[in-house]
């Protein structure tokens, strides 16, 4: 079974910077691809960014420019990232980790992150 743990949500002020992170219990490698996607209240759950790995990374449009997604595979430091700048008060929402292995998808369990003066 996979495990992935996110951190790094919390309150900012419009303008400000966050950096998500997502732990996964194996290896990065063992994926096809890893991403993040996000929940705001009373919308559908929709992608944020995605990472093929070893391959294409793509960003919904109203993140591009501003987000950031990387990965990384040392030990300590094994998941996804998601650097995100100049945040605006449309990006909170509960943000997902997500990854994909063949046919099955696995997910963390939310960080909140709000955007708000």
Known sequence: QVQLVESGGGLVQPGGSL?????ASR???SFNAM?????????E???????????TISYAESVKGRFT?????DNAKNGVYLQMNSLKPED??????MSTAGA???????????VSS
């Open 45 to 55: 759950r929709e992608l944020v960014a995605r990472k093929v790995i070893g391959g």
């Open 92 to 97: 909170t929402a509960v943000y997902y980790c």
């Open 104 to 114: 099955m998808n696995y997910w963390g369990q939310g960080t909140q992150v709000t």
């Open 19 to 23: 950096r998500l992170s997502c732990a």
């Open 35 to 43: 991403g993040w996607y996000r929940q705001a209240p009373g919308k």
């Open 69 to 73: 997604i990387s990965i990384s595979s």
């Open 27 to 29: 290896s990065i490698f």
